[in-house]
């Protein structure tokens, strides 16, 4: 009741202070409303209320409250799903800044990615020049709009001040263990000409931005062990803090796995290769009684070491390689074939015999023994199973090769891409030394070159720069060249949050005293068009979109009000628009959700950020759908602005359209 009462006095006071500025503007001949409400009137009427409707100064004194909608990509134009989004937010924050609390709203720009480089490519300007004129340009579109971010904590993700500091992350990531580079079979992108997350290929096989179709290619790329955090992120899904997350939360629970698991990394003898061999298990414990490893066909090993080409009539087929077990140090045989139970999401499996029948049939038909003899480090473990299982996966984690719970379809995050317009990759390749090392932190940034003209495909851009390519080892002060690969944008996505609540620091990426006073985020706002779903995951109370639990007793009274003003939002921006209904398809966004909850996780393990979880209540407002058109051949979607409709065929350029 008091709420609602401070809510009435404020609008009545604000209808007074309407009422007599009215009466001044018609002293000044702006008196006839209906006749005369000009543009230029309507002008003076705006610019005399934007310097009074601006926030009122901290308070250290009131309670925070941080409102976050997904920061844009600088594309040139606001569209009708920007609109929705932000005018959600305002309205969040206008409604708790009148109850009297410290409004956090902010704004920026996720502008690193593929369509800047591509336009770059297509109009022949830099991508940096393209780029901050369509900041520039939607920039005063939110202007207009009448939204009440707070501009001085705008972030641009390809602004030098903050990639710096996406920059000392990866090197904290990889001071931790957590980044590591391999020979991968890779999702390559014809199109787009770089490579793709698994995250980012959709149920068909395509890529999520061009909609080509994705082809296989072995690669030299950069990882985040993301798995490490898995059973760190599932459980995270469960923390009352999370309110309203709703499918979501399925959605999430679905892509990171039941961490019913682990993984092992077994190091590859006899290949001149950076790659290692993961194999995930159910029993850990198993691991010592390995006798060998099958690999599927068509997998990286398979096409590392090719040999004799398997075909349905081959039942297997030896490499010339082998895996060395990190427990028992023996060399285990590895087979192509179809002939063992692969689990879910795997292209590996670790043979046991001595547990299972299949493998045992497989290995009396390779010839393979059937039992091994663990090693030293695990002799003298209890031979009690749990016991076995726990040691040994207290090894791995000490050795940095697994050991953590996971799921078996969750993979570590691969971050590289070959393009340029991202954030460069802080690590140096040695021809003296003949390694790769970390770039010191007091030599960050790694400034991204300008390049003139950009044409290069199917290798980074950045090798055409080589005033920057070419430096020196820090290790030992040899001839050296730098990373050309640059960071996946979602890298840039997962820290924005808490840039924003101390975007000028000079000497670290946030203060910790400034985030533990503002984090976690109450209310993140965004589309569910950034916010990926799984085609395993099915909703079939599509109402659940957008209407609030009625059950959710746990609620405070900022939850209430706050369920009261969206329901409000609702009813007056057409309820029915705000309903989407869940399809089987693949879009990239729970992607974003699920990133900046692991950067966050690791943020907090080291101690830099004092909430595990990063956001507090989730609130995916659905589409604005309009017309588009999709070009044959690559699949690529347009905007109906972008299409020739005259005529009988559409064309856009010298393309043609479905």
């Not at 390809?158 to 991968?184: I, M, P």
């Not at 698991?261 to 290692?276: N, V, Y």
Request: charged share 25%.
């Amino acid at each position: 009741m008091n709420t609602f009462m401070c809510q009435t006095n404020f609008l009545k006071n604000i209808a007074k202070e309407t009422t007599v500025q009215t009466k001044r503007l018609t002293h000044k001949g702006l008196s006839k409303w209906n006749e005369d409400l000009t543009l230029s009137t309507k002008h003076s009427i705006e610019n005399y209320w934007k310097s009074k409707l601006k926030f009122p100064p901290f308070d250290d004194q009131k309670p925070k409250y941080y409102v976050l909608s997904m920061f844009p990509y600088p594309s040139g134009r606001l569209h009708m799903g920007h609109v929705r989004v932000y005018t959600i937010s305002d309205t969040m924050a206008r409604f708790h800044q009148m109850n009297g609390k410290n409004v956090i709203h902010p704004m920026g720009w996720d502008a690193f990615g593929l369509p800047a480089e591509n336009a770059a490519i297509e109009r022949s300007v830099e991508p940096r020049k393209w780029t901050n004129q369509n900041i520039v340009h939607m920039k005063n579109q939110m202007k207009q709009l009448g939204c009440s971010f707070d501009w001085d904590r705008e972030v641009s993700t390809c602004d030098v001040s903050y990639y710096h500091w996406t920059q000392a992350l990866f090197l904290k990531l990889y001071e931790s263990g957590l980044v590591y580079r391999k020979e991968a079979l890779v999702n390559w992108d014809p199109v787009d000409q770089t490579v793709l997350a698994d995250e980012q290929v959709d149920e068909n096989g395509c890529s999520w931005r061009s909609g080509a179709k994705v082809e296989k290619k072995l690669l030299n790329q950069w990882f985040i062990r993301a798995t490490q955090f898995a059973k760190s992120l599932y459980d995270g899904l469960s923390d009352p803090l999370l309110k309203n997350w709703r499918d979501i939360i399925k959605v999430q629970k679905h892509w990171i796995g039941e961490c019913d698991g682990t993984t092992f990394e077994f190091e590859l003898e006899g290949i001149k290769s950076e790659t290692r061999v993961n194999v995930w298990t159910r029993n850990p414990e198993s691991v010592l009684e390995a006798t060998f490893i099958a690999v599927s066909p068509g997998s990286v090993l398979d096409k590392l070491d090719p040999g004799e080409i398997f075909s349905e009539n081959t039942v297997f087929r030896k490499l010339s390689l082998s895996a060395r077990n990190p427990f028992t140090q023996a060399l285990l045989p590895v087979y192509v074939t179809d002939r063992v139970s692969y689990e879910d999401g795997t292209d590996t499996h670790l043979g046991v015999p001595r547990r299972s029948e299949s493998d045992k049939l497989f290995a009396e038909l390779a010839n393979i023994p059937l039992s091994s003899t663990p090693g030293d480090d695990v002799s003298s473990v209890s031979s009690t199973e749990e016991a076995v299982k726990e040691h040994v996966c207290e090894i791995a984690r000490q050795k940095n090769i697994g050991g953590y719970p996971v799921s078996s379809k969750l993979r570590d995050w691969l971050i590289s891409r070959q393009r340029y317009w991202g954030t460069p990759i802080p690590m140096i390749h040695c021809t003296s030394c003949g390694g790769i090392q970390p770039v010191p932190f007091k030599d960050l940034p790694v400034v991204l070159p300008e390049i003139e003209c950009l044409s290069s495909r199917g290798q980074s851009p950045l090798l055409e720069a080589t005033d920057w390519l070419h430096t020196k080892c820090p290790k030992c002060g040899g001839d050296a060249t730098r990373e050309t690969d640059t960071m996946d944008t979602f890298v840039d996505s997962s820290w924005y949050f808490l840039r924003y609540l101390d975007p000028h620091n000079k000497e670290e990426p946030f203060s910790k005293e400034k985030v533990s006073n503002f984090m976690p985020v109450d209310l993140y706002i965004g589309g569910k068009e950034h916010v990926r779903r799984d085609a395993n995951v099915s909703n079939n109370n599509n109402d659940d979109d957008v209407d609030d639990d009625d059950d959710d007793d746990d609620d405070d009274d900022d939850d209430d009000d706050d369920d009261r003003v969206l329901c409000n939002i609702k009813i007056l921006m057409n309820e029915y628009l705000l309903k989407l209904i869940l399809k089987p398809v693949i879009f990239p966004a729970v992607l974003h959700l699920y990133y900046a909850r692991l950067m966050n996780h690791f943020l907090h393990q080291v101690g830099l950020v004092p909430h595990r979880e990063p956001f507090r209540r989730l609130l995916v407002q659905g589409m604005v759908k309009g017309r588009s058109y999709r070009v044959k051949g690559t699949g690529r979607y347009l905007t109906e602005q972008q299409v020739d409709l005259s005529g009988n065929a559409y064309i856009k350029s010298d393309e043609e359209g479905d």
